[in-house]
């Protein structure tokens, strides 16, 4: 690959509310973590430039409101984007079986080729005790459906920037397909 290449790519963020989406996303871009954060309305987009397999990507990265009465509206934020990170909580088993929804949405609202269709599943707040959703579940239904899973801490850094940076790579594979 042509190591001057650039692309730009349009991914987004989706999960139950308080599942974290926020506050991975300012890990990943910033760098940083806040206790508090306002409850995002719609979507809000941060961007960030990477370098993977001699291309340079600009990431752009849609942040959408995790809220029951924001779907409809966010579900529209899905159309042209090249991949998905879906969130849950680790504990709060809801937000878990929640995955299939927003999963189906996702699928339902973006090209017709879903199989190809890149996304990645984050097991948030792995740093607190009170684990609901055990690690196996979890890989299992990512297993069964294909989709890489990742155990993560917004808080601790943990594997934030490798999930970002796996989710680019198969988006950024499937744009080299022409797909």
Same mark, same amino acid.
């Given at each position: 690959?042509?190591?001057?290449?650039?692309?730009?790519?349009?991914?987004?963020?989706?999960?139950?509310?308080?599942?974290?989406?926020?506050?991975?996303?300012?890990?990943?871009?910033?760098?940083?973590?806040?206790?508090?954060?306002?409850?995002?309305?719609?979507?809000?987009?941060?961007?960030?430039?990477?370098?993977?397999?001699?291309?340079?990507?600009?990431?752009?990265? @849609?942040?959408?409101?995790?809220?029951?009465?924001?779907?409809?509206?966010?579900?529209?934020?899905?159309?042209?984007? !090249?991949?998905?990170?879906? $969130?849950?909580?680790?504990? !709060?088993?809801?937000?878990?079986?929640?995955?299939?929804? @927003?999963?189906?949405?996702?699928?339902?609202?973006?090209?017709?080729?879903?199989?190809?269709?890149?996304?990645?599943?984050?097991?948030?707040?792995? !740093?607190?005790?009170?684990?609901?959703?055990?690690?196996?579940?979890?890989?299992? @239904?990512?297993?069964?459906?294909?989709?890489?899973?990742?155990?993560?801490? $917004?808080?601790?850094?943990?594997?934030?920037?490798? $999930?970002?940076?796996?989710?680019?790579?198969?988006?950024?594979?499937?744009?080299?397909?022409?797909?």
């Amino acid at each position: 690959m042509n190591p001057r290449k650039k692309v730009d790519l349009k991914l987004i963020i989706i999960g139950a509310l308080g599942v974290g989406k926020t506050s991975l996303l300012h890990r990943f871009v910033h760098k940083t973590f806040y206790e508090d954060y306002q409850t995002t309305l719609g979507a809000s987009i941060l961007s960030k430039i990477i370098i993977l397999d001699d291309t340079t990507l600009k990431l752009q990265i @849609w942040d959408t409101g995790g809220q029951e009465r924001f779907r409809s509206m966010v579900s529209t934020f899905y159309k042209g984007s !090249d991949g998905c990170v879906l $969130a849950f909580d680790v504990t !709060d088993v809801e937000t878990f079986e929640a995955l299939e929804t @927003w999963r189906g949405d996702v699928l339902a609202k973006t090209i017709p080729m879903e199989q190809s269709y890149p996304m990645v599943v984050l097991g948030n707040k792995i !740093d607190l005790a009170d684990r609901q959703v055990p690690q196996e579940v979890a890989q299992d @239904w990512c297993k069964e459906k294909d989709i890489p899973y990742f155990e993560v801490s $917004a808080k601790n850094d943990i594997n934030v920037v490798q $999930a970002f940076e796996m989710l680019a790579s198969r988006a950024l594979s499937r744009e080299s397909l022409g797909s």
